[in-house]
T-cell receptor, first 115, second 113 residues
């Protein structure tokens, strides 16, 4: 079946560095992908909608310059956490819809730990 | 403004019995609803979905019921198994699910052997 691949699955880095997370749809094309963030014991909160060929749409309260999103092709979206700080430590998950009235496929998530 | 709510943060059920997880929503534009199962540090795993033109969808041990007038949906798991123990999220979307998902707060299900 359709699969969404997310990479890396786990990142530990120093404060101030930038981290790039990739989300790929493996056997279908996705003009739209979604990026979520989950804090421990909380729900998945949508951060932004990634649109192929145009700018991402950010949810209220999400810093555009902090979380850079690029939808380079119909199968790849990237999220870059710029100048990461400990408060950015979280679990980041992407998803992609395959079509109407079909469940979105989720990646396995990326655990980001900023020291 | 929490558009999708799961009012029970946790639920314990004996193995073999029915588990009922509930979800309420407020946005009338939602037309596609889903249930996902999630383990820590993993992405959500799709369980079952329902479109707004239906009031029931069944897949094996899982049945989802939708009450549009009450803006309420529920997931029934029968019979419950210890392997069902996880956090369950309901999600709602507009535009047939191609739009962003709004997730509920989750219900932690524990099935006791």
């Amino acid at each position: 079946g359709a699969v969404v691949s997310q990479h890396p699955s786990w990142v530990i880095c120093k404060s101030g560095t930038s981290v790039k997370i990739e989300c790929r749809s493996l056997d279908f094309q996705a003009t739209t992908m979604f990026w979520y963030r989950q804090f421990p014991k909380q729900s998945l909160m949508l951060m932004a909608t990634s649109n192929e060929g145009s700018k991402a749409t950010y949810e209220q309260g999400v810093e555009k310059d902090k979380f850079l999103i690029n939808h380079a092709s119909l199968t790849l979206s990237t999220l870059t956490v710029t100048s990461a700080h400990p408060e950015d430590s979280s679990f980041y998950i992407c998803s992609a819809p395959e079509g109407a009235y079909q469940p979105q496929h989720f990646g396995d998530g990326t655990r980001l730990s900023i020291l | 403004d929490q558009q999708v709510k799961q009012n029970s943060p946790s639920l314990s059920v004996q193995e073999g019995r029915i588990s009922i997880l509930n979800c309420d929503y407020t946005n009338s534009m939602f037309d596609y609803f889903l249930w996902y199962k999630k383990y820590p540090a993993e992405g959500p795993t799709f369980l079952i979905s329902i479109s707004s033109i239906k009031d029931k969808n069944e897949d094996g041990r899982f049945t989802v019921f939708l009450n549009k007038s009450a803006k309420h949906l529920s997931l029934h798991i029968v019979p419950s198994q210890p392997g069902d123990s996880a956090v369950y999220f309901c999600a709602a979307s507009a535009m047939g699910g191609t739009y962003k998902y709004i997730f509920g707060t989750g219900t932690r299900l524990k099935v006791l052997a």
